[in-house]
């Protein structure tokens, strides 16, 4: 089992539509949970984190931790094409384990 | 505005040609990485460098070394490269105590022919 899963996807929806990315990871012992949009044949950029458990919020971007089932997720609300990209996980406490990430794509 | 840099941003070489590829940072960060990240797959980590101490990943193949001769500068040598080489390089920077937070360079495309 690898540490980290995330769905690749591809994932497409409608401008506007309310997004769900998610990723599951083994160890409880994580505590940071990073999500980076990466466009194409471009670097990983880091859109936002959580440390331990929770919600937080940043404009239309919403990331979750639900620690006791060891699964994470970022919702995109009000989706624009310009979010489309591939979004990657990564999760860990000083050494980060990245899944594969999700491509997606919002359709005009 | 602070960034990671890396060059060149293509880079094609022949197979068993040493190729080096380099990254350059103005965030003043101790800790500097090199992911190999293939098509549809996570980025994997090669190694990294607390400041001067070089950490290897167990996994990582002989054929790559790297060389940090400054806080601002690292080097990716792959000594004899293969078809399976080819990927993107990312570079990415840290500080010491916020290893979780890591700022990525724009990669470069390596095509091996």
């Known amino acids: 089992q690898k540490e980290v899963e995330q769905d690749p996807g591809p994932l497409s929806v409608p401008e506007g539509a309310i997004v769900s990315l998610n990723c599951t990871y083994s160890?409880?012992?994580?505590?940071?949970f990073m999500w980076y949009r990466q466009y194409s044949r471009k670097g990983p950029e880091l859109l936002m984190y959580t440390y331990s458990s929770g919600n937080k919020e940043d404009g239309r971007f919403t990331a979750q931790v639900d620690k006791s089932s060891k699964y994470i997720s970022l919702f995109i609300r009000d989706s624009q094409p310009s979010d489309s990209a591939t979004y990657l996980c990564a999760i860990g406490n000083n050494d980060m384990r990245f899944g594969a990430g999700t491509r997606l794509t919002v359709k005009p | 505005d602070a960034m990671v840099i890396q060059n060149p941003r293509y880079q094609v070489t022949q197979f068993g040609k040493p190729v080096t590829l380099s990254c350059s940072q103005t965030?003043?960060?101790?800790?500097m990485y090199w992911y190999q990240q293939k098509s549809s797959q996570a980025p994997k980590l090669l190694f990294h460098y607390y400041d001067k101490d070089f950490n290897n990943e167990a996994d990582t193949p002989d054929n790559f070394q790297s060389r940090r001769p400054n806080t601002s500068f690292c080097f990716l040598d792959i000594r004899s490269p293969g078809l399976g080489d080819a990927a993107m390089y990312l570079c990415?920077?840290?500080?010491?105590?916020?290893?979780?937070?890591?700022?990525f360079g724009p990669g470069t495309r390596l095509t091996v022919t």
């Open positions: 160890n409880s012992a994580f505590q940071y």
């Open positions: 965030l003043n960060h101790n800790v």
């Open positions: 990415a920077t840290s500080t010491l105590g916020g290893t979780y937070e890591q700022y």
